[in-house]
């Protein structure tokens, strides 16, 4: 007798077990009705809202119809919710950024028009000092909305059995020399708004020859673009030293000149960019490497890939 009794206080309608079972049923529904609704991002700011209201009322016992609270929190809601869930969605294509860099123009004059015609506006252009007619070609790029940087030759572990071309900076020049080659290489056009290394691992591994030259970089207010291609590299930490605005590269691109690969190193580093928010990419101005870049940013674009110019994500010692 007692245990029948037992048994029907357990199962009362009132009784705690029934409270917590109900409790826990209505959470599972409130749960399954906000990933239902949620299933359309731009719907997620609504979502967001009628599950805040519907789970404090549920805490307050205040709700007879989860389903029914819930979907008149989210009619009610729907507009002011979407929109913000508009504003989350706007936020992550600015975080999800990309900065492209294509070096080796005004070496070859149809690669280089074609670099400039090809690849969107947004993707910034490096080019060789050693190259013709840079004054007109920067010209043209700059008229199609490419922001230009101008690539430095360094020197290389080893040198001179592999050549970055001619006033290469060297370990065993003088600063003096080496400043005079680099304003040799700047003097070559106008309008740029940094530099970047062309080789020279062994280079920017050296303090003594690296320092005067980022040093240089600062008083000209110029960035500083390391393709981040060796890992001895010291230029971040001089760069900071001098006040110049640095930038590292994620990878290079096209390592491998075939377009199957160079795609695949542009998906892995968009897996980068959505993960810490950017990436860098380099490469050369290849026709196999522009032509697959053209390609991959326009579908980039619709999956919410920014492409920006290098100077937007320089670090700035001067703005901390």
């Avoid at 390391?226 to 001098?242: F, P, T, Y």
């Avoid at 380099?282 to 920006?308: H, L, P």
């Amino acid at each position: 007798m007692s245990s029948t009794s037992g048994s029907a206080g357990l199962f009362a309608p009132d009784s705690p077990l029934l409270r917590f079972l109900t409790r826990f049923a209505d959470l599972m529904i409130l749960n399954l009705l906000f990933l239902a609704t949620s299933l359309p991002v731009v719907t997620l700011g609504a979502s967001i809202t009628a599950l805040t209201g519907t789970a404090m009322r549920i805490a307050r016992g205040e709700s007879e119809s989860t389903s029914g609270d819930y979907l008149r929190a989210l009619r009610r809601d729907f507009r002011q919710g979407t929109l913000l869930g508009l504003v989350v969605a706007g936020l992550g294509l600015v975080l999800a950024a990309w900065w492209i860099v294509i070096g080796g123009l005004g070496v070859s004059q149809t690669g280089t028009q074609e670099a400039i015609e090809k690849l969107p506006g947004e993707v910034t252009l490096a080019f060789a000092p050693q190259g013709n007619s840079i004054g007109r070609w920067m010209e043209a790029a700059r008229h199609q909305g490419h922001e230009i940087i101008m690539q430095v030759p360094l020197e290389p572990f080893d040198y001179p059995a592999v050549d970055p071309g001619r006033n290469t900076l060297t370990v065993e020049a003088s600063p003096d020399e080496n400043i005079a080659n680099l304003r040799w290489a700047l003097s070559r056009t106008t309008n740029y708004t940094g530099v970047t290394n062309y080789m020279g691992a062994r280079f920017s591994a050296d303090p003594a020859a690296m320092a005067p030259v980022m040093a240089e970089l600062g008083k000209r207010g110029l960035l500083y673009l390391d393709d981040g291609s060796s890992a001895r590299s010291i230029a971040a930490e001089l760069a900071l030293k001098s006040g110049v605005p640095f930038a590292e590269g994620d990878a290079t691109i096209d390592a491998v000149r075939e377009r199957g690969e160079i795609l695949k190193k542009l998906d892995e580093l968009e897996r980068t960019a959505r993960a810490k928010g950017f990436a860098i990419g380099t490469g050369s101005a290849f026709d196999t490497t522009v032509d697959a870049v053209a390609a991959w940013v326009n579908e980039a674009r619709k999956r919410g890939i920014e492409i920006v110019p290098v100077s937007a994500v320089a670090s700035d010692p001067e703005r901390g």
